[in-house]
Structure formats: C-alpha cells, structure tokens
C-alpha cells in the first residue's frame, strides 16, 4: 500500500468495505478490485470508481501499521 490520501466519499462506501471483509477476510480487497473490473467492462465510470475506492479503504482497514499522517 503506498502512503497516500485516503478520502472516503460516503458511509456507503465505509459499510461495503465492512461487508466485503466480513465475508471474505483476507481476499476481500481482491473481491474489490473483481466488481471495479466488471463495472469497468461494463462502461459503468461511477461503478468502478466506487469500488476502486473500497478496495483502497479495505487495504487501509487490513493494515498492521498506521497509514499517512497520525496525530
């Protein structure tokens, strides 16, 4: 994970996140990146964009160390 921004547009996004690491732990950022891949495929920007972003936060939330700045 690079140490980058995290901006998280939504709760929507925040409890998809969850979901997808309850229902399938380690490989749920992979999960992520599958349903980012088939929006794209599909034409659907705002779909893939969407889940580019939980599959960003799900990397965030699976993290041992903390990410960017801690205050």
Not at 8 to 33: M, Y
Request: aromatic letters at 6%.
């Amino acid at each position: 994970m690079t140490d980058t921004t995290l901006f998280i547009a939504d709760r929507a996004t925040l409890d998809s996140a969850a979901e997808l690491l309850a229902r399938f732990g380690d490989h749920a950022a992979i999960e992520a990146a599958l349903r980012a891949g088939a929006s794209r495929d599909k034409g659907n920007v705002v779909h893939f964009c969407r889940w580019r972003q939980v599959e960003r936060l799900i990397e965030v939330l699976a993290a041992d160390q903390p990410v960017g700045t801690v205050h």
